[in-house]
């Protein structure tokens, strides 16, 4: 067994040996909220947000985008679970800001393997074993956090599937000071009608 898996094993039986009464928990969210946002390890939603456990779904993805899929989770939380009102979250000094899907297919297109980054660019570790696969995705990169916020809150507000009562807010999170700073234009667009 690799360490990562000990450590994950580890912290878990330690958990679950605390766990009390969690697991009445309801499953819908308490507080009646859906946040998307990043993947990034960087960011913890729940101390973002002041969240505990059972207090709001989090959807996570590469970049916090309203993807197909994310926009499908955000749905079921509200249609069967309750939410009421949405947040979307992008952050600083997002990976997502590094590539573009043309750079994101021919590193695919060459290997499989890890690239690795620097000062000129994203870089392909060779070896071949490559796949054109990735043609066939819109990688949702970002140029610019504020537009990216604003179009993911719009995609998501005039979705025919997202009832129009429910409030999508827009905010970056700064991964330098741990804020959240509203993008007034997105959550301007994603006013309840």
Known sequence: MGKIKEEVLAANANY???FGDKGRLP????RRFAVLTCMDARLDPAKYAGLAEGDAHVIRNAGGRASDDAIRSLVISCKLLGTREWFVI???DCGMETFTDEVMRKLLRSSLKCASVDATGWHDAGGGGGSAEGEHISWLTISNQEQSVLEDVQRIRNHPLVPKGIPVY???????SGRLVEVLKATAAGRAK
Request: glycine residues 12%.
């Open 16 to 18: 679950s040996a605390n």
């Open 27 to 30: 499953m819908p969210p308490g």
């Open 90 to 92: 992008h952050h600083t």
């Open 170 to 176: 827009g905010y970056i999170y700064d991964v330098r």
